[in-house]
């Protein structure tokens, strides 16, 4: 089965930086997005930033000049550098890669559990 474990979560103040990386692992024939989503309490869940296999990226407007994101394909691993950091990005990180087991086998969504980020004074 697929796993994604994400790691790099945690309280930091306002300004303050972060970065979250997300390893994937399992029968992995290959992984097309991949990408971080965010759910703050008592709010839907929303995209922060995908980028695809080809380096191809897509950023919520909320971040844009903020959030870096990338990926080490080798290592079906994808990162996001957060900085200049607000309250407002307090929420649960969650990574999402879309991946292929096999050959010829369908893409599919995989989740990982999420990681606590919190900016606060």
């Known amino acids: 089965q697929v796993q994604l474990v994400e790691s790099g979560g945690g309280s930091v103040q306002p300004g303050g930086s972060l970065r979250l990386s997300c390893a994937a692992s399992?029968?992995?024939?290959?992984?097309?997005?991949m990408g971080w989503y965010r759910q703050a309490p008592g709010k839907e869940r929303e995209l922060v930033a995908v980028?695809?296999?080809?380096?191809?990226?897509r950023d919520a407007d909320s971040v844009k000049g903020r959030f870096t994101i990338s990926r080490d394909n080798a290592k079906n691993t994808v990162y996001l550098q957060m900085s200049s950091l607000k309250p407002e990005d307090t929420a649960v990180y969650y990574c999402?890669?879309?991946?292929?087991?096999?050959?010829?086998?369908?893409?599919?969504?995989?989740w990982g559990r999420g990681t606590q980020v919190t900016v606060s004074s």
């Open positions: 399992g029968s992995i024939f290959s992984i097309n997005l």
């Open positions: 980028i695809g296999n080809d380096g191809s990226r």
């Open positions: 999402n890669a879309v991946i292929r087991l096999g050959y010829g086998d369908y893409y599919r969504d995989y």
